[in-house]
Nanobody, 115 residues
Framework: QVQLVESGGGLVQAGGSLRLSCAVS????????MGWFRRAPGKEREFVAR????????AYADSVRGRFTISRDNAKNAFFLQMNNLEPEDTAAYYC????????WGQGTQVTVSS
C-alpha cells in the first residue's frame, strides 16, 4: 500500500516562499512519477508540477514555471515543491500524487498567500 503525506503549507505574504514536502511510504520503487496539484476555492483541480522517479525529468504548469521547483530525494523517499515569489493566485489546497495514472494521493495541505 502506498501512502503520501504532505507537510509545509501555511500563510505567507505575496513575494514570499514556502517549501512543501511529500513523504512516500510503500512501493515507492514502482512509482513512475510524482507530482503536485492544487485546487483553489471555486476552481477545478489543476496540475502544478511533476518529476519522474528514475531520471528526475520535470514538467511545470505555465503559471508556476520559473517560480516553483519540484525535486526528489530518493534516499528519503520524499519529494518537494519549492515555491518562490508566491502570488495571491497561488492560494489553494496543494496535493501530492504519485503513480503513472496518479493513483495515489495525499490528504492536502493549505497554502494561503496574502496580498
Amino acid at each position: 500500500q502506498v501512502q503520501l503525506v504532505e507537510s509545509g503549507g501555511g500563510l505567507v505574504q505575496a513575494g514570499g516562499s514556502l517549501r512543501l514536502s511529500c513523504a512516500v511510504s510503500g512501493r515507492i520503487w514502482s512509482m513512475y512519477q510524482m507530482g503536485w496539484f492544487r485546487r483553489a476555492p471555486g476552481k477545478e483541480r489543476e496540475f502544478v508540477a511533476r518529476i519522474t522517479w528514475s531520471d528526475g525529468g520535470t514538467a511545470y504548469a505555465d503559471s508556476v514555471r520559473g517560480r516553483f521547483t519540484i525535486s526528489r530525494d530518493n534516499a528519503k523517499n520524499a519529494f518537494f515543491l519549492q515555491m518562490n515569489n508566491l502570488e495571491p493566485e497561488d492560494t489553494a489546497a496543494y496535493y501530492c500524487a504519485a503513480g503513472s495514472s496518479w493513483s495515489y494521493w495525499g490528504q492536502g495541505t493549505q497554502v494561503t498567500v496574502s496580498s
